[in-house]
């Protein structure tokens, strides 16, 4: 079944304490992408790769990081989460490297809780 | 820069109604595109419709229809006939074709509550 996936689902951790969001996708799909998603604020863009080895900043990247190295796999990482971030944090992935020129295909979502 | 107004918050309607969901957008690119996704109380999200700058044309699927106009920079989207599962969070979503289309900016969406 074609999807992308996320893990975890749910995560609760506190200040200072690293953590990575797992995306990955069964597609071989050339883009993917964050977002977050805030109440009243819609979904805004972290980060975002056209391919492998390739990734670049969205509209709200601080605090964040990201890698490609692989096609399938695009973590998001936040080396000292703040409670500002707590929040819905989407992947998604589209077929070729613009994000114009196909649907995008999100993942489940992770719901994290920054104490 | 581009930007994407849904400036209706929360929409209630009884089921059978009609309802139209706005959305107006800003850009200064000449061909872009837009989208519809469609976030029902599970949480994941689901593309409903892509449309090019070029192609105006009003386009229908079952119950659902999007009218795009250029001079006015919408695209909304109306059900026909709403239904107790079409209660969702709708967003509205641009993309330049080009130079920059690795972006996709979202509006803040529109909370659909259809009752029976």
């Known amino acids: 079944e074609a999807q992308v996936t996320q893990n975890p689902r749910y995560l609760i951790t506190v200040t200072g304490k690293k953590l990575t969001v797992t995306c990955s996708q069964n597609m071989n799909h050339e883009y993917m992408s964050w977002y977050r998603q805030d109440p009243g604020l819609g979904l805004r863009q972290i980060y975002y790769s056209m391919n492998v080895e390739v990734t670049d900043k969205g509209d709200v990247p601080e605090g964040y990081k990201v890698s490609r190295k692989e096609k399938r796999n695009f973590p998001l990482i936040l080396e000292s989460p703040s409670p500002n971030q707590t929040s819905l944090y989407f992947c998604?992935?589209?077929?070729?490297?613009?994000?114009?020129?196909?649907?995008?295909?999100f993942g489940p979502g992770t719901r994290l809780t920054v104490l | 820069a581009q930007k994407v107004t849904q400036a209706q918050t929360e929409i209630s309607v009884v089921e059978k109604e009609d309802v139209t969901l706005d959305c107006v957008y800003e850009?200064?690119?000449?061909?872009?595109?837009l989208f519809w996704y469609k976030q029902p109380p599970s949480g994941e999200l689901v593309f409903l419709i892509r449309?090019?700058?070029?192609?105006?044309q009003n386009e229908i699927s079952g119950r659902y229809s999007w009218n795009f106009q250029k001079s006015t920079s919408s695209f909304n989207f109306t059900i026909t006939a709403s239904q107790v599962v079409d209660s969702a969070v709708y967003f509205c979503?641009?993309?330049?074709?080009?130079?920059?289309?690795?972006?996709?900016?979202f509006g803040k969406g529109t909370k659909l509550t259809v009752n029976p």
């Open positions: 998604a992935s589209s077929l070729f490297g613009r994000a114009s020129y196909n649907e995008q295909f």
């Open positions: 979503a641009l993309s330049p074709a080009q130079g920059g289309s690795e972006k996709l900016v």
């Open positions: 850009t200064r690119d000449t061909t872009y595109y």
């Open positions: 449309r090019n700058s070029f192609d105006e």
